[in-house]
């Protein structure tokens, strides 16, 4: 008749942890190498939207013509009803 118990792996506790480590270590950098991505990306959005023929400046150059209808802005004076 065959034991219940299993047998203990023969893998060593150092190895295990320097495998978890390593792994945590690809995730980190993994995620520091997005988040560059993501800065770089933004901003050049951002250069191109200051840059003169950008998205922001034809929107602002559109209301000011009369072209685009802006909406009102209240304040906490002004009265209501």
Same mark, same amino acid.
């Not at 023929?53 to 009265?79: C, F, I, M, W």
């Given at each position: 008749?065959? /034991?219940?118990? !299993?047998?203990? %792996?023969?893998?060593?506790?150092?190895?295990?942890?320097?495998?978890?480590?390593?792994?945590?270590?690809?995730?980190?950098?993994? =995620? $520091? $190498? =997005?988040? +560059?991505?993501? $800065?770089? %990306?933004? /901003?050049?959005?951002?250069?191109?939207? %200051?840059? @003169?023929?950008?998205?922001?400046?034809?929107?602002? +150059? +559109?209301?000011?013509? #009369?072209? *685009?209808?802006? !909406? @009102?802005? %209240? *304040?906490?004076?002004? @009265?209501? #009803?």
């Amino acid at each position: 008749m065959r /034991s219940l118990r !299993q047998k203990p %792996l023969n893998v060593n506790m150092d190895t295990v942890i320097s495998i978890l480590v390593r792994i945590v270590e690809v995730m980190f950098i993994v =995620g $520091l $190498l =997005g988040s +560059a991505v993501v $800065l770089i %990306l933004t /901003s050049f959005e951002d250069i191109k939207s %200051l840059l @003169p023929g950008g998205e922001e400046n034809k929107e602002s +150059a +559109a209301s000011v013509s #009369g072209t *685009h209808r802006a !909406q @009102p802005h %209240l *304040h906490a004076s002004d @009265p209501v #009803g």
